[in-house]
């Protein structure tokens, strides 16, 4: 059974930094496009960024030049380096693994921006 497991998530300050990372398992991870989504309570789900098997990366508009995203398909991890942290961030942060009609989803971690 496939599993992504999303980890890192937590409470940080507005201006701080945390790092999400999400193992997959089960899937060829070198042919899947890897993402990184996110849920607000009352909000729908939105895309945060995404990186694809030859590394072609895309960024929502709120998260350019703070969020970086990157892939280690020797571990079959992604990551979410997120920086400047603002209180719109908080929300439920899910990973995805997308490959033609296969579409896979994180249980999700939390990431709160509070002062």
């Known amino acids: 059974q496939v599993q992504l497991v999303e980890s890192g998530g937590g409470l940080v300050q507005p201006g701080g930094s945390l790092r999400v990372s999400c193992a997959a398992s089960?899937?060829?991870?070198?042919?899947?496009?890897m993402g990184w989504y996110r849920q607000a309570p009352g909000k729908q789900r939105e895309l945060v960024a995404t990186?694809?098997?030859?590394?072609?990366?895309n960024y929502a508009e709120s998260v350019k030049g703070r969020f970086t995203i990157s892939r280690d398909n020797s571990k079959n991890t992604v990551y979410l380096q997120m920086n400047s942290l603002k209180f719109d961030d908080t929300a439920v942060y899910y990973c995805?693994?997308?490959?033609?009609?296969?579409?896979?989803w994180g249980q999700g971690t939390q990431v709160t921006v509070s002062s």
């Open positions: 995805n693994a997308r490959f033609v009609n296969f579409d896979y």
């Open positions: 990186i694809a098997p030859g590394g072609t990366i």
């Open positions: 089960r899937i060829t991870f070198s042919r899947f496009t």
